[in-house]
């Protein structure tokens, strides 16, 4: 390949840009009319406007995608994350037009990208599964029974969602129906799809995901684990690579059984398995056939560019390494950056970048896509960025991370710089004892370190402006986040 379009914006196409130059193939660019001024538009050998803000009159647009590629006379076109990575009709076109896909199949999508369809296509492999159907319920009557003999609580899932859509925990018989007619509705809503499934409740698991690569000569390999059971509504917020409670054994059973995932539905390219893990045991959740955002914690810790495997892989190249060829060096923990208020609940906050300062250190990398001065557009994810630290143990890395976010000045808008702060070194994360309730748990002890922050720069400006006989308003904080975020 000579030459590839990214389907995507932001830091993910930046960050495979820097990996097409580093492999000597030129890049293409396509930006809506908020990202004309991004970083990845500028970085490319070659930008097109592709249309207004809104993603589904821009970075949505696949038959016009499709006509830019073939007009500039693309090889390959990679769709990055999010948009139409995991979108078969897409994948289909582009071949179907004469250029690569970077990516798997549009059959192994499909196969996994219905929650069902993937459960019955692992189920032959013998693979853990979570108690429950492996089929669609549209009766509630029928739903309610089968509740009733798995037992409560349970867990209602869309059979085409993610992100936490289409889902309802139940805990027990007398809320069943209410909450299985919202499951049916936001999935509706959500994914056109209304089908459910009913599972067993894992009280308190981690979430554990197994990274796999597979060429098309039938060589299936793992990368390991990364624990991203750090979340808020559904959504990572960190994670980190290795997991501290996986023995070696388990590690490799959970490896052996990602690769026989991606074995049942014939996969090539990079894909994620992705596992609930509770007390020793782990269960099939999905399989994410596309890079995931946290990826850079497994590159960190196996110095895999899993962005050039995917480019190789696409070329029809045989994987260059083997299973035994692949170790775990050190520990990586990365904390996504968003422009969100953790004090409000995460909402998002947009506004402008009026300061923006990366740190730069030995071990410290940030994949972002902003620079100073440039507006967060209300129309995308709210992440500006993701900052991943490396280091010879997980103790070491929480200490760099530490720092690393201390080092990180960004003023102008809300972000969760000091709340990742605040997780890294609390005391149940440092001993590794978390599951995926850690925010819910814990939030209200973040809560109650800033109002005491806050209290305290209040007596330090009072203190000021009384000693200098002053009395401008200016010198108290508005906004106590933004003290905690630019302390040092």
Sequence with gaps: MKKILIANRGEIALRIMKTCKQMGISSVAIYSDADKNSPFVSYADEAVNVGPPPSNQSYLLQDKIIDIAKELNVDGIHPGYGFLSENSDFAKKVIDAGIIFIGPSAES??????????????????????????????????????????????????????????????EKKEDFESQMKRAVSEAEKAFGNGAVFIEKYVNSPRHIEIQIVADTHGNVLHLFERECSIQRRHQKVIEE??????????????????????????????????????????????????????????????????????????????????????EIKGHSIEVRVYAENPLTDFLPDIGKLLVYNIPNAEGVRVDDGFCEGMEIPVYYDPMISKLIVHAENRNEAIVKMTQAIKDYDIIGVETTLDYCRFVINHEMFKRGDFNTHFIANYHNEYKEEIKDELIDQVAVSATYLLNNKQRNNNYLPKQPSQWAINRK
């Design 241 to 326: 690579a290795p997991s501290s409670v996986l023995t070696e054994e388990l590690r490799a059973k959970m490896g052996e059984d990602a690769c026989k995932v991606a074995l049942s539905c014939n996969y090539f390219g990079v894909g994620t398995v992705e596992f609930l893990y509770d007390d020793g045991e782990y269960y099939f959740l999905e399989m994410n056939t596309r890079l995931q955002v946290e990826h850079p914690v497994t590159e960190m810790i196996t110095s895999v560019d899993l962005v050039k495997e995917q480019i190789c892989i696409a070329q029809g190249k045989e994987l260059s390494f083997n299973q035994e060829d692949l």
């Design 109 to 170: 999508m499909n196969l996994m990208g219905d929650k069902l369809s993937a459960k019955k296509t692992v189920s032959k492999y013998d693979i853990p599964m979570v108690p429950g159907t492996d089929y669609a319920i549209t009766d509630i009557e029928e739903a309610k029974q089968i509740a009733c003999k798995i037992g409560f609580p349970i867990l209602i899932k869309a059979s085409a969602g993610g992100g936490g859509k289409g889902m309802r925990i139940v």
